[in-house]
């Protein structure tokens, strides 16, 4: 099928930057949209930005003008550069990819979560 691995995750302090990447890898015929989500401990998981295979992306209103998304096609890679960190942006990312493998089955798919603690 289709394994999608991130990486990038870590400590950080409020006001820092970290940058997540995600590479989708296996049965791949066509990736449509790619996107970030974060759950923190007791919430549930949220949007935090996406985007579609012609590069056209969608933000929570809380991290707008603070994170990037962004993706290599040719890669199948998405990146979520993070700027400006607050301590409530502390939770596990999970990367997410909506794709059609080469068996034509179109399936939600998602990474293992790196964690991120924004905190001194």
């Known amino acids: 099928q289709v394994q999608l691995v991130e990486s990038g995750g870590g400590l950080v302090q409020p006001g820092g930057s970290l940058r997540l990447s995600c590479a989708a890898s296996?049965?791949?015929?066509?990736?449509?949209?790619m996107g970030w989500y974060r759950q923190a401990p007791g919430k549930q998981r949220e949007l935090v930005a996406a985007i579609t295979s012609g590069g056209s992306t969608n933000y929570r209103d809380s991290v707008k003008g603070r994170f990037t998304i962004s993706r290599d096609n040719a890669k199948n890679t998405v990146y979520l550069q993070m700027n400006s960190l607050k301590p409530e942006g502390t939770a596990v990312y999970y990367c997410?990819?909506?794709?059609?493998?080469?068996?034509?089955?179109?399936?939600?798919?998602w990474g293992q979560g790196t964690q991120v603690t924004v905190s001194s």
């Open positions: 997410n990819a909506d794709a059609l493998t080469t068996g034509w089955t179109r399936g939600d798919y």
């Open positions: 296996g049965s791949i015929f066509s990736i449509y949209a």
